[in-house]
């Protein structure tokens, strides 16, 4: 079936375009090098959650438009078949879906939506989160409420790790803009409050809020799928499936480290992160993305 999106319209407001602004930034002495730098990127790819950005990837030979600014990819991306052949017109096209889904979810339960921006860059950034160096990938950072994405990633993500498809592209943007819901639903707020008063359950707590993205992030893929949003078939849906398993913390230090050591997961398994993803899509509903069940105090006020 393809992905079919309701329109061929992409609209660039809240998205910000810093390719090819600031200079490249060292990390640690001398560098991490090639092997320091997949190894990074593999325990803290899809992370996001907290006040500090997590992602590590150089940006790859194919980003398209590099340097562009804001009006020229508003130009671009708007030409005849830019959607399919531009991943940066591609990823836009999926941020004004994701917004448009989630503010019609708002709205039906009687809550405004604040849409979160949306970051391209390469070789370093500044957040709120602290400076990131052109090796991350896509992170969300609270403070900023914003989503930064290197693009180079996403060849990286596909090609080295196994995650295949447009679709697995989707699902990435949708699970950094499920730690924006967490924001909005003071969730991330409760979350870092857990972790000063008991530092020992931050893996546990870091694990619960990763999936509970990857939840919202399947929530999404339905609720985009029934309104005609982002209208996808069985082979896109497991596009999304797989790029979620194949970022599970056991896969990645089994590539890593030759061994599976489950104290020090940070993101959960490839089989959680698959079936919370599922679990989203299934039932189209966030009161089912309940993977804080026991682990949090109710909210209150």
Known sequence: ????????????????????VGGPLAIGGGGLGVVGVIVYLLVAVLGGGGSTSTGLVPPGSSVQGAG????????????SGAIQKYDDCFLVKVYNEINEVWSDAFTRGGAAYEKPGLVFFTQAVGTGCGQASS?????????????????????????QFGAQGRYAQAYILAHE???????????????????????????ELSIATELQADCYA????????????????????QQAQD????????RIQRQTQGRVDPETWTHGSAAQRKQWFTTGRRTGDVNACTTFQGLLPRATG
Not at 186 to 198: D, F, I, L, P
Not at 220 to 234: H, K
Request: proline share 4%.
């Open 177 to 203: 803009a499920g730690h924006h819901l967490q924001t909005l639903f003071g969730t991330e707020r409760r979350v870092r409050a857990a972790e000063q008063a008991e530092p020992g359950r931050q893996g």
């Open 243 to 250: 790029a979620a398993a194949a970022v599970g913390d056991d």
């Open 218 to 237: 399947g929530v999404w893929s339905r609720l985009a799928d029934e309104a005609g949003n982002v209208s996808v078939g069985d082979a896109e849906v």
């Open 68 to 79: 562009a600014g804001e009006g020229d990819l508003k130009t671009r991306c708007n030409t």
């Open 1 to 20: 079936m393809g992905i079919d999106f309701d329109d061929q319209k992409v609209d660039v407001s809240g998205v910000s375009d810093r390719r090819g």
């Open 135 to 159: 090796q991350v990938g896509p992170f969300y950072c609270p403070p900023d409420q914003a989503i930064y994405i290197d693009i180079g990633f996403l060849n990286q993500l596909q090609h």
